[in-house]
């Protein structure tokens, strides 16, 4: 198994960490592992040295983004696996009815009905933010027990999110062609 990036910083697993911790790790590592306070070491420590830094920023880039930090860890749980990404149907059903406004879009432009989808998009959106809030906050302080529930949670708001993204690139292009 791949390093565990929390490990590597001495963090506890988190969908919100302390920003500032995270990169303040990430700096005194940087500097730790540099490749230039290396140039006289073993060849071997050289390169070990350089997959350390590899890692480091590797691990920074991916706690540090809210969307990759989540798929890291719900990846690192096994619940991202292909064929498996199953939604609740009134969900679909809803992501159903815009995509079937978008392709309308496509053959009669409508400014109007672009803003009404883009609306309702952001309010699902904000719904789903809202929602998942408290379980992400509360994570972190779950019995070990209880997560693997929080995290199911979580990876159908990861799931609904994603579809919802798709949904706002498809209204981006209809605002270019306006």
């Not at 006289?40 to 920023?57: C, G, K, M, V, Y």
């Not at 609740?88 to 809803?94: R, S, T, V």
């Amino acid at each position: 198994m791949s390093t565990d990036y929390f490990e590597f910083y001495g963090l506890p697993e988190t969908f919100q960490p302390d920003a500032a911790a995270l990169k303040s790790k990430y700096y005194a590592l940087s500097r730790e592992y540099h490749p230039d306070f290396h140039a006289t070491a073993s060849p071997e420590r050289q390169q070990e040295i350089l997959q350390l830094a590899t890692l480091n920023t590797n691990a920074y880039r991916t706690l540090a983004a809210p969307d990759q930090r989540m798929a890291y860890i719900l990846n690192r749980h096994g619940l991202l696996e292909e064929g498996k990404q199953e939604l609740p149907p009134d969900f679909l059903m809803e992501v159903m009815e815009l995509n079937e406004q978008l392709m309308e879009l496509e053959f009669e432009p409508d400014p109007a009905a672009v803003q009404r989808v883009e609306h309702e998009t952001q309010e699902l959106s904000a719904t789903l933010d809202a929602g998942i809030e408290p379980v992400l906050a509360g994570y972190e302080g779950l019995p070990v027990d209880v997560r693997p529930q929080a995290l199911q949670q979580i990876r159908t708001y990861y799931l609904k999110k994603r579809y919802l993204l798709r949904i706002h690139e498809s209204l981006a292009k209809f605002a270019t062609r306006s």
